[in-house]
Nanobody
Framework: QVQLAESGGGLVQPGGSLRLSCAVS????????MSWYRQTPGKERELVAS???????KYADSLEDRFDISRHNGKNTVYLQMNNLEPEDTAIYYC???????????????WGQGTRVTVSS
């Protein structure tokens, strides 16, 4: 079994910063891509950023200049540094990891429970 535990969400004023963390635990042979998504009521979950095991990153077009995704492979953890936050960034942020649990297993996608980010004065 694999679990994803997110932390770091909260209330921040416009222009402020937050750093989200997501730690993956359980039966892990390898973690491939790790990603952050976000969702607001009535909208589909959207990709914020992703990072491969080798460190290659991808961002939503409008976020690359303010957000930074990174990972610590030794800790099975992915981070999202969010700067100059705007009210439009308010959402529930979800971590996703593509995990291989043994040498002969297929890749399985796991999701965290979400952490709420609220940007408001």
């Amino acid at each position: 079994q694999v679990q994803l535990a997110e932390s770091g969400g909260g209330l921040v004023q416009p222009g402020g910063s937050l750093r989200l963390s997501c730690a993956v635990s359980g039966t892990i042979f390898r973690i491939n891509d790790m990603s952050w998504y976000r969702q607001t009521p009535g909208k589909e979950r959207e990709l914020v950023a992703s990072i491969t095991a080798g460190g290659r990153t991808k961002y939503a077009d409008s976020l690359e200049d303010r957000f930074d995704i990174s990972r610590h492979n030794g800790k099975n953890t992915v981070y999202l540094q969010m700067n100059n936050l705007e009210p439009e960034d308010t959402a529930i942020y979800y971590c996703r990891a593509q995990v291989v649990t043994s040498w002969h297993a297929a890749t399985t996608t796991y999701w965290g429970q979400g952490t709420r980010v609220t940007v408001s004065s």
